[in-house]
């Protein structure tokens, strides 16, 4: 079974409207972590917003902020304003376990974002 | 800092051939990780390492070697590379995290691979 779900594999917005990537997650850790990267097309990996299974505060970082559901394991990235800019690729990753790292991310398969003028 | 690097940016081999793609950081982080992206495919995890001396495998370790004798420098071995092999492989790096926190993994921009 996949542990990060990205069921939208292209989403086209609007320039100055917000969109929303969907995540859901599968784990029967307590502890765990919630990336989301972008790629744009130049292929560099971008980290964008964090989020740890303890926080309970959804995580904002700038333009970008997470919609932490635990209950419905889902963690969605909420992009607000979109620019030309945001077009690229975005991924989704988890961390389980406690006390590890970043080093050993499962990732979902992306979800490619289009910026509409 | 140059961050996390990796050499070559491309390469072509015949199946059969070996080589070495080389990753290094200058961050002194003790975490290092090699990835692969195949297309339509998010990355997923060869071989990852915890600190000089400690290699472990990730999700598809097959056909490849890492080890870990220096902190700044991972390097993923191809023994006998396979058409399977072709991709775009990343190299990452972060810090080991206290407790609970997290640490960012600093990614290389990435080797293209193509097996013939």
């Known amino acids: 079974a996949q542990k990060i779900t990205q069921t939208q594999p292209g989403m086209f917005v609007q320039e100055k409207e917000a969109v929303t990537l969907d995540c859901t997650y599968d784990?029967?850790?307590?502890?765990?972590?919630l990336f989301w990267y972008k790629q744009p097309s130049s292929g560099e990996m971008i980290f964008l917003i964090y989020q740890g299974s303890y926080d309970e505060q959804n995580a904002t970082e700038g333009r970008y902020s997470l919609n932490f559901q635990k209950a419905r394991k889902s963690a969605n990235l909420v992009i607000s304003a979109s620019q030309l800019g945001d077009s690229a690729m975005y991924f989704c990753a988890m961390r389980e376990g406690r006390g590890g790292g970043s080093e050993k991310l499962v990732f979902g398969k992306g979800t490619k974002l289009t910026v509409n003028p | 800092n140059a961050g996390v690097t990796q050499t070559p940016k491309f390469q072509v081999l015949k199946t059969g051939q070996s080589m070495t793609l080389q990753c290094a950081q200058d961050m002194n982080h003790e975490y290092m990780s090699w990835y692969r992206q195949d297309p339509g495919m998010g990355l997923r995890l060869i071989h990852y390492?915890?600190?000089?001396?400690?290699?472990d495998q990730g999700e598809v370790p097959n056909g490849y070697n890492v080890s870990r004798s220096t902190t700044e420098d991972f390097p993923l071995r191809l023994l006998s590379a396979a058409p399977s092999q072709t991709s775009v492989y990343f190299c990452a790096s972060s810090q080991r995290p206290v407790g609970d926190t997290y640490n960012e993994q600093f990614f290389g921009p990435g080797t293209r691979l193509t097996v013939l």
């Open positions: 390492s915890v600190g000089a001396g400690i290699t």
């Open positions: 784990t029967s850790d307590q502890s765990y972590g």
